[in-house]
């Protein structure tokens, strides 16, 4: 059809209605299609048009077309776009008109609603003036009567003035009238009260209790404006930068964009994915879907809820100095704990086990001088490698404890690569000189093979001979480690969030986790929350090195920390956060990375170790075991011990450690398993004795990890195969062949070498190739029976199946014995 300028108008295809989407023609040359929607007004192109910048469209530009999108395809894709243009701006408009003859209902109401207000005020203004025209025509006649009766009345007859006397009946009825008529006005002017009472629905043009937000008005007002400038009615677009991870659900790109999810599922469609608001897309898909919408994208990444523990840079005005802290290092038996025990003036190493520390123990000592120094304690046995590193990394100056009566020993030259590896400065403590067999010039002179050069050997390592049992050295001691702590001129910021390190970690009854943190920065105050490795939680108490409540904890002091949700693992990092939602996420997030990790670690990634990892496991013979020790650090060291028993055979399979008592959980995960319960340092309780009883499951337990790892090394040696060894008893050669009815062939035999016994195995060589292995059916001297044949003398042998023998054959005697073997 035609309009009024002579131009042609046509709906596109697509079931797009006239009005939202034209095509013009004019002189016989096709114009731009023009699509309006309720965003905004796009201007396509024609297809096979130029853009007026000179560039090709969509649908001719390869490299705007998605890979595999041919000509055609991109063309109808291009029309389904208008078309849902199309549609939309239909649908625009017809919300638009909707809400236009909403808007005009409101105002008709609301103007009806004003007349009748008007109506009432103008009553009320009518009764009001009514009212005080009565009320002045009551005073005037009030002054009129008593000036009247203040004037002298004329002498008359009694007949006369009678009637003058009955004013009083006349004025009654007016009386009345007015009565009635205040009665009526404070009636009326009650009703008109609550009837004109103003309220914010009626203020704001609400319709019953509905009222009009802030943001409708504004809305409301803005199109106004636009109406009467002439132009058109567009909302106003808010640009958004939407944070988007790896992976995310539609609806919730929807929220971040602030967007409809249809318009969020319609744009995916579009591209060809049919999928719904529950469906998880990915980032690059939901990238295309933003930068569609107008929105600027922020990738971020599961790990950046990490951010927000920050790198504080301590300025220097800042920094106060901190005690230093010392770690008593060296081998087993030196003496490390009696030593910091002379020096408490405590008596530690009466509560381990056989005298040996199994625990990283922290303490704080006040030397005479004034200075304070904090000790961490490490074991010196083998297995608690892990611990005694932990112990360098957190340490400031590292004390090597070598016995005078036993030189350098191998945990002494670990103990020296784990200082030498945290680049921290050694004191050597050379310990029990009081003993009569002491040579601490032997210590001196072992330390140089390892790259360890003392002061009286013209280096620069400090060594004091000291005695834990009668405190010779001991202050000389102290003295050398405080001169250590001043060169080092150790700082720290008091004024920040705190940081700190878990030194141990343990389950106690009645307090539940515990957690022994020595504070590296900043103060840990009660009430803070923390996160620390995949656990967090609230400081509900902190316990200091003596058993006293303190309320914070600055640099370098060792506090128990009351408030854990579960056990960190001994040297996992404290972290202090602002909120507990930030602390719940980032041990969410690192439990999470833990356990992809270790699935990672066990997984078969090609089919070549997927066969070879089930052949292993077909051939290797596995003792399950249950740990419970009572701190972590000790179920660590422990389990690191169990992984280094076996070989290619048997070994060790920890199928759960844990802290605290054995629990009746534990007894049916071993009764599953068919595995024995160890407890270091624990024990089971009543319901979980009881049950281990019934159903049969053995519980050891143990206080010397030396014990521990002999018996779960004797109990996997009990699992290999015994070991199968030949011994060549005797050899015997084949004279001549015999044919004996009933028995067969029988070979005269002389035994050349050794004896020849019935119940052994033979194999027969022929060129000194084997031939045949078997046992013997007869053995025969003369016409009896014998168990064995001496060498030098003749025999008949006849073998059990087999008749291929020869003359000149020699026959091979053994025995077979199994060895028992055992896990060096």
Not at 130 to 150: L, T, Y
Not at 341 to 363: K, L, M, S
């Amino acid at each position: 059809m035609s309009d009024n300028d002579g131009k042609k108008t046509l709906g596109l295809r697509g079931g797009a209605r006239p009005g939202n989407v034209k095509q013009s023609f004019s002189h016989g040359r096709t114009k731009n299609v023009v699509v309006e929607t309720k965003r905004k007004r796009v201007v396509v192109p024609k297809p096979g048009a130029s853009k007026p910048g000179g560039g090709a469209t969509p649908s001719g530009d390869p490299s705007r077309r998605p890979a595999g999108i041919s000509d055609a395809e991109m063309a109808r894709r291009m029309k389904a776009l208008q078309a849902a243009k199309a549609r939309e701006a239909e649908e625009a408009a017809a919300r638009e008109a909707a809400e236009k003859a909403r808007e005009e209902e409101r105002a008709r109401r609301r103007a009806e609603q004003e007349a009748k207000e008007r109506e009432q005020r103008e009553a009320e203004e009518r009764a009001k003036a009514k009212a005080e025209e009565e009320e002045r025509k009551r005073k005037e006649a009030e002054e009129a009567a008593k000036r009247a009766a203040a004037a002298p009345a004329p002498e008359e007859p009694k007949a006369a003035r009678a009637p003058a006397s009955k004013p009083a009946p006349a004025a009654t009825p007016r009386k009345q009238d007015r009565e009635r008529e205040q009665r009526g006005r404070g009636k009326g002017r009650d009703d008109n009260r609550r009837s004109g009472k103003l309220t914010l629905g009626q203020a704001t043009g609400g319709e019953g209790n509905r009222q009009r937000s802030m943001a409708s008005m504004k809305r409301k007002q803005e199109r106004a404006r636009q109406k009467a400038m002439g132009g058109p009615v567009e909302r106003e677009k808010v640009i958004r930068d939407v944070q988007l991870p790896e992976a995310i659900m539609v609806s919730e790109l929807a929220n971040r964009m602030a967007e409809r999810v249809a318009d969020v599922v319609k744009s995916l469609m579009q591209i060809g994915m049919m999928v719904t608001q529950n469906q998880t897309i990915d980032a690059d898909t939901a990238e295309l879907i933003i930068e569609e919408f107008g929105h600027k994208v922020t990738r971020v990444s599961d790990s950046d809820v990490e951010d927000v523990i920050k790198e504080v840079e301590d300025k220097d005005e800042d920094l106060q100095p901190r005690p230093p802290v010392i770690t008593i290092m060296g081998h087993v038996d030196h003496g490390k704990t009696s030593l910091l025990d002379a020096i408490r003036d405590a008596r530690v190493v009466a509560g381990e086990a056989g005298g040996i520390t199994q625990h990283i123990g922290a303490y704080q000592v006040k030397t005479d001088g004034g200075t304070t120094l904090t000790f961490l304690d490490t074991p010196g046995h083998a297995a608690f490698t892990s611990m005694r590193s932990r112990g360098a990394q957190v340490t400031d100056i590292v004390v090597l404890v070598v016995a005078a009566d036993d030189a350098v020993m191998p945990q002494t030259i670990e103990a020296i690569n784990h200082a030498k590896a945290a680049g921290v400065p050694m004191i050597v403590a050379i310990n029990k000189v009081d003993k009569p067999d002491a040579n601490p010039d032997k210590v001196r002179t072992d330390l140089l093979q390892h790259e360890v050069i003392v002061e009286k050997m013209s280096g620069e390592v400090q060594d004091v001979e000291v005695s834990a049992i009668t405190g010779q050295g001991l202050d000389e001691l102290l003295e050398a480690i405080a001169l250590q702590a001043e060169i080092l001129e150790l700082k720290a910021n008091p004024d920040r969030a705190a940081q700190g390190a878990v030194i141990e970690a343990q389950l106690d009854v009645g307090r539940g986790p515990v957690a022994t943190v020595l504070v590296q920065n900043g103060t840990l105050r009660q009430g803070d929350i923390f996160v620390v490795g995949e656990q967090y939680g609230k400081v509900r108490a902190l316990i200091n090195d003596k058993g006293d409540r303190v309320k914070e904890a600055g640099p370098s002091v060792p506090v128990e920390v009351l408030g854990l949700n579960g056990t960190p693992e001994a040297g996992d990092v404290l972290n202090v956060t602002e909120t507990e939602a930030q602390a719940r996420e980032i041990a969410a997030y690192r439990e999470q990375a833990a356990k992809d990790k270790r699935a990672a670690a066990g997984a078969a990634t090609t089919l070549e170790q997927l066969m070879q990892k089930a052949k292993e496991d077909e051939n290797v013979t596995e003792l399950p075991i249950l740990m419970k020790a009572d701190v972590q650090g000790s179920a660590e060291a422990i389990v690191q011990a169990m992984e280094k028993i076996g070989n290619d055979e048997v070994r060790v399979r920890v199928l759960h450690s844990g802290v605290g008592a054995i629990t009746e959980t534990d007894v049916g995960l071993a009764e599953a398993s068919g595995a024995p319960i160890f407890g270091f340092n624990v024990r089971a309780n009543a319901s979980a004795r009881n049950t281990a009883n019934q159903k049969g499951v053995e519980i050891r337990y143990y206080s010397v990890i030396y014990d521990l790892v002999d018996d779960v090394k004797a109990a996997a040696s009990g699992l290999l195969s015994a070991e199968i060894r030949e011994k060549f008893i005797g050899y015997a050669e084949i004279r001549e062949v015999f044919k004996v009815t009933g028995v067969g062939k029988v070979a005269g035999c002389l035994v050349t070498e050794g004896v020849a016994r019935r119940s052994a195995g033979v194999r027969l060589l022929r060129d000194n190739v084997v031939i045949h292995e078997g046992t013997l059916k007869t053995l025969k001297r003369f016409k009896d029976e014998v168990a064995e044949v001496q060498s030098g003398q003749e025999c008949g042998m006849a073998f059990e199946n087999y008749d291929d023998i020869r003359a000149g054959d020699v026959i091979e005697i053994f025995e077979r014995e199994e060895v028992t073997r055992t896990l060096d």
